[in-house]
């Protein structure tokens, strides 16, 4: 039988996949700054209060070291606590617990003590936030050995990844692009904003699905280039090779740590071409560790330098922000040069 | 420091007496293990409990199985008090593979699903809102117990307590907010690095109470937490416990304290000591006669004495153990 489908859009999904994890598991619980009476300034937790109680969807005080410290203290304790900060930019008066204390219960406790616990974050720009409103700081945490960290570009990702975070007995940074909240968007925001309604990665399971970590996505395949990139800059991606005409395979990463470097491999062994993208600033950026990978074990089958297309060494800006943002026209140049190589 | 009490609190010989080894045994464990520090067999950082012995053991004697504790970085005694394993802790220590986290931990890092010790954290500050989380954790499980959550005067001034503090009382969370008062963050005394320094009060713009206790003498901490724990066990929200306490040596090993006067370190010990207030106590009350102390002392040096064998003794882990416990699925 057919499983039943609905459209819904990135924040739907979100809210559908904590909907499902709260009925099915009284260990799980969702909190932040607003996710309760409010519904999160997105409206990701919206109802969750209501149909759940006051007990188990709440709002905190604006104190992220503390709901992150709390959430690491019911995880060690058995709980599978659903931490909302309300943009990733918010998170570093929260990143000792996440680095120091999440990432570390399990492997300084030989094993006893672990932190199941998921936190959930906005990122990314394309809503004029500006420079505290916009960051995308997935590298901090990649780099810190027992996190995993998690982005995906559509909603049928996001629900299936979800519930597979909050189902995880690791700690889970779950990072949510926000300009992909309403509809995939193109990297130029002079073309008509298109959202998940009759999008096909919006068709997504009423019910309960997990989409495993480490198995990057196939977005659309091809033969002559690899692009890898991931959330926001997978649509960018998109719309570059439809206008520069190029056949590329397109790998969304999805799980930046566990990272699926056989399917990265294949790719770039099939094109020998490989352009990184990513809206983070350049330097010491993820992309530079997928570059590192894909020279070491494709160096042989490779037949022009790696690219990469990132935000610039700046601030986000407020006034700039389509100059920062590595858009369709930066990406398709990009494209051209690596074909022209 | 809080005057010393007049009135004789009530105990039993047979309370006294287990009160009077367990802070014997921490005493001991951690001058091996400030020696075997010096003999270079503990490597890194050590910071040792000894003055501060009858905080952690009144607090445990006065709360329940299943009560949970976490801590800061002088974890020893708490360990201890909690019935760890003398041999685990040293052993972890030594950094070998029968310490409590296979040599991996160390010192500062250690832990125990089955006595309720969630640990032993290293970043000053950082294991109190996690407490307060394992408040809330008890809450929401309504499962009657309650959390113990220790840190010092260093520690207070960590704005991450005051989260927590905010936090625990806005949810009544079931948790004691312990201050270890020793006097000094690392070398900073109290008079120079805070401007109220009567930490009790600093939960009051919140609601949280707060008592000042003297922290020397093992059975006022054991009354003030009895109390405490009542009232954050019955739904009352959570309290600070202030406990006016000495570390005799160093901030850590490498810390030879030069901050303070021999004066002052020796008026404390000679003055104060937690163990010998214990032991005048027994002897007068005549639970006790000297041989019998005494054999109690030989009979923790030679638990201290085989931990310290096996500590020596446990294989360093095995280059393998590098990634195990990383995350779930690496080490599956």
Known sequence: ?341 | MAAPKKIIKKTTKKELLHLYREMLLIRRFEEKAGQLYGMGLIAGFCHLYIGQEAVVTGVNAAIKDGDQMITSYRDHGHMLALGMSARGVMAELTGRSGGYSRGKGGSMHMFSVEKSFYGGHGIVGAQVPIGAGLGLANKYLDNGKISTVFFGDGAANQGQVYEALNMAQLWKLPTLFIIENNQYAMGTSIARSTAQKDLYKRGLSFGVKGVQVDGMDVLAVRDATKKAAAHARSGNGPMILEMMTYRYRGHSMSDPAKYRTREEVSEMREDHDPIDMAKNRLLKEKWADLDALKAVDKDIKSIVADAVEFAKTSPEPDPSELYTDVLLEVDA
């Open chain 1, 1 to 341: 039988m057919a499983e039943a489908m609905k459209q819904m859009n990135m924040i739907q999904a979100i809210n559908s996949a904590l909907d499902i994890k709260m009925s099915q598991d009284p260990d799980v619980l969702v909190f932040g700054e607003d996710v309760g009476y409010f519904g999160g300034v997105f409206r990701c937790t919206a109802g969750l209060q209501e149909k759940h109680g006051l007990h188990r969807c709440f709002d905190t005080p604006i104190a992220e070291g503390g709901i992150i410290g709390v959430a690491v203290g019911m995880a060690a304790y058995g709980l599978r606590p659903v931490a909302e900060i309300q943009f990733a930019d918010y998170i570093y008066p929260g990143y000792d617990q996440i680095a120091s204390e999440a990432a570390r219960l399990r492997y300084r406790s030989n094993g006893e003590f672990t932190a199941p616990l998921t936190i959930r974050t906005p990122v990314g720009g394309g809503i004029h936030g500006g420079q505290t409103h916009s960051q995308s700081p997935e590298a901090l945490f990649t780099h810190i050995a027992g996190l995993k960290t998690i982005i995906p570009s559509n909603p049928y990702d996001a629900k299936g990844l979800l519930i597979k975070a909050i189902e995880d007995n690791d700690p889970v940074l779950f990072l949510e692009p926000k300009r992909l909240y309403n509809g995939p968007f193109s990297g130029d925001p002079h073309m008509p904003a298109r959202n998940w309604s009759k999008h096909e990665l919006g068709e997504v399971p009423e019910g309960h699905y997990t989409i495993d970590f480490e198995k990057a996505r196939l977005h659309r395949e091809g033969a002559d280039l690899t692009i890898l990139c991931y959330g926001t800059m997978v649509w960018v991606a998109e719309a570059a090779v439809e206008a520069t005409g190029v056949d590329a395979d397109i790998v969304d990463l999805r799980s930046l740590m566990p990272l699926d470097l056989d399917a990265i491999v294949k790719s770039v062994n099939k094109t020998g071409r490989c352009l990184v993208l990513h809206e983070a600033t350049r330097t010491s950026g993820f992309g530079a560790e997928l570059i590192a990978e894909v020279q070491q074990h494709c160096f042989y089958a490779l037949e022009t330098p790696i690219v990469r297309v990132t935000g610039w060494d700046t601030p986000y800006p407020h006034a700039l922000e389509w100059e920062y943002f590595p858009g369709l026209e930066r990406v398709s140049e990009a494209i051209t040069r690596i074909m022209e190589d």
